[in-house]
């Protein structure tokens, strides 16, 4: 008696434009030549499932290695980096590749952590030695769950992002202020002025340029402003700037650096 076995097709497949399919089926035949019994799956994923790409999009492929049989040591490590990075060069640019290990697959798959339950929601495993698909159907019978451990690991990452959103405008506005001072530096320098230390950019602005009738006086205000603004920054005095407040930063930045520029133009008289 003949015992048959229909697998069930995988109705992501659909999901995924022609070309990147194929581009991805392509990559993962040869990688399966290439790293043998060590590549333990190829999943294609990512924003093409969710009708998000353009011409541009890359192709997202997660390859998974098989640590728990394979010891990785750096020469294994090394060999497999540049094994990838030549596939991609030889197949296509628009490979953007993630690796992971089967353990750590595995254990993000255990405990519902949001990044793998999405690949698994949404991915087609281009190579499975028999791991991605049957955690595919448990995901969506609702037997993979979030953890209590995964649910407070991403709540806790919450209140330092957060602060790093602060502390990327502390940090932007000081990118503005090096732009004020690189813009007048290279107008004193077209000056032939040599130049000056930070504290003594405004003076030396106000000397060449404003005493001669080259430059308006609102300009020498900008520039001590922004190294004052600085200084508080750098001393902690200030601890937040508000998006309105960068706003106008920028507009004043901005405006200095273009009039900076028509200064740089200018030969030296």
């Given amino acids: 008696m003949q015992f048959r076995i229909q697998k069930k097709d995988n109705e992501n497949i659909h999901k995924y434009p022609t070309d990147d399919l194929k581009i991805a089926q392509g990559f993962a035949r040869d990688l399966k030549v290439e790293l043998g019994d ?5 999943i294609l994923f990512g924003s093409s499932a969710r009708k998000e790409t353009t011409h541009q999009s890359d192709i997202d492929v997660l390859i998974v290695g098989d640590d728990a049989t394979y010891q990785l040591s750096e020469e294994l490590i090394q060999g497999y980096r540049i094994i990838v990075e030549n596939m991609i060069a030889r197949t296509s640019l628009k490979l953007h590749v993630t690796s992971m290990t089967f353990t750590s697959f595995w254990e993000y798959s255990k405990a519902g952590d949001p990044v793998v339950v999405n690949i698994l929601r949404d991915g087609v495993a281009l190579i499975d030695s028999g791991f991605f698909e049957p ?16 649910i407070w690991r991403y709540y806790g990452r919450s209140p330092m992002t957060l602060l790093n959103s602060r502390w990327h405008l502390l940090q932007a506005t000081l990118d503005l202020y090096w732009a004020v001072i690189d813009a007048a530096h290279a107008a004193l320098m077209r000056k032939d002025v040599i130049p000056p230390t930070p504290e003594h950019v405004a003076d030396h602005l106000d000397k060449t340029f404003v005493e001669h009738h080259l430059l308006e006086k609102k300009y020498v205000q ?15 005095e200030i601890k937040e700037i508000k998006g309105e407040e960068y706003e106008q930063y920028y507009k004043n930045a901005e405006e200095f650096v273009r009039r900076m520029r028509k200064l740089v133009e200018k030969k030296i008289q």
Avoid: A, C, D, W
């Fill in 38 to 42: 060590f590549l333990l799956g190829v």
């Fill in 135 to 150: 955690l595919q159907r448990l995901l969506k019978s609702g037997r993979i769950r979030p953890s209590e451990e995964s």
């Fill in 222 to 236: 900008t520039m001590s402003n922004f190294y004052h603004l600085s200084k508080k920054i750098t001393h902690r």
